[in-house]
T-cell receptor, first 117, second 115 residues
Framework: GAVVSQHPSWVICKSGTSVKIECRSL??????MFWYRQFPKQSLMLMAT?????????EQGVEKDKFLINHASLTLSTLTVTSAHPEDSSFYIC?????????????FGNGTRLTVT | AQSVTQPDIHITVSEGASLELRCNYS??????LFWYVQSPGQGLQLLLK??????LVQGIKGFEAEFKRSQSSFNLRKPSVHWSDAAEYFC?????????????FGTGTLLAVQP
């Protein structure tokens, strides 16, 4: 089946540094990728939608300059948390969509646990 | 705006017992409904989905869900729970109109299974 690889699975960084998280579709081309954020014991909140070759669409309240999303190819999207602060510590999950038909399934990565110290 | 409510934050059942996880949605049109399962520190795995047709949907791992439009519900059921079913379960509604499959998730139900 379709596999989405997310890397790294966990990362610890110091406050003020930037962290890049990669989301790759391994055996299919992802026209669209979604980035979610999950706080402990809470649900997944959609942060942004990225389409290959175009700018990401951010959800209301998500700072586009802080959470930089690049979807440069059909198999790779990256999320960069810039100037990370402890409040950015969270679990980030990406999902990928192979095509835009209404019943096309979403494939989720295993998530990245970010801890900012 | 569409929303999903999972009234039960935490449920504990005995192994072998039946299970029902509740999900209510708010959506103007015909909803696209999903159930996902998440093991600790992992991504999400799709259990089943409803787009149209038969309102009783069969999924993986012995799960099923029934779409009830009159009750705006999409409850997940399993007749006999196994210890490996302990995980967090998320109900989600998708905006299929734009064919982008943006999902709105419920807050999740954490399932614990007693031996």
């Amino acid at each position: 089946g379709a596999v989405v690889s997310q890397h790294p699975s966990w990362v610890i960084c110091k406050s003020g540094t930037s962290v890049k998280i990669e989301c790759r579709s391994l055996d299919f081309q992802a026209t669209t990728m979604f980035w979610y954020r999950q706080f402990p014991k809470q649900s997944l909140m959609l942060m942004a939608t990225s389409n290959e070759g175009s700018k990401a669409t951010y959800e209301q309240g998500v700072e586009k300059d802080k959470f930089l999303i690049n979807h440069a190819s059909l198999t790779l999207s990256t999320l960069t948390v810039t100037s990370a602060h402890p409040e950015d510590s969270s679990f980030y999950i990406c999902s990928a969509l192979a095509d835009r038909t209404y019943n096309s399934p979403l494939h989720f990565g295993n998530g990245t646990r970010l801890t900012v110290t | 705006a569409q929303s999903v409510t999972q009234p039960d934050i935490h449920i504990t059942v005995s192994e072998g017992a039946s299970l029902e996880l509740r999900c209510n949605y708010s959506y103007g049109a015909t909803p696209y409904l999903f159930w996902y399962v998440q093991s600790p520190g992992q991504g999400l795995q799709l259990l089943l989905k409803y787009f149209s047709g038969d309102t009783l949907v069969q999924g993986i791992k012995g799960f099923e869900a029934e779409f009830k439009r009159s009750q705006s519900s999409f409850n997940l059921r399993k007749p006999s729970v196994h210890w490996s079913d302990a995980a967090e379960y998320f109900c989600a509604v998708g905006d299929g109109g734009g064919a982008t499959n943006k999902l709105i998730f419920g807050t999740g139900t954490l399932l614990a299974v007693q031996p």
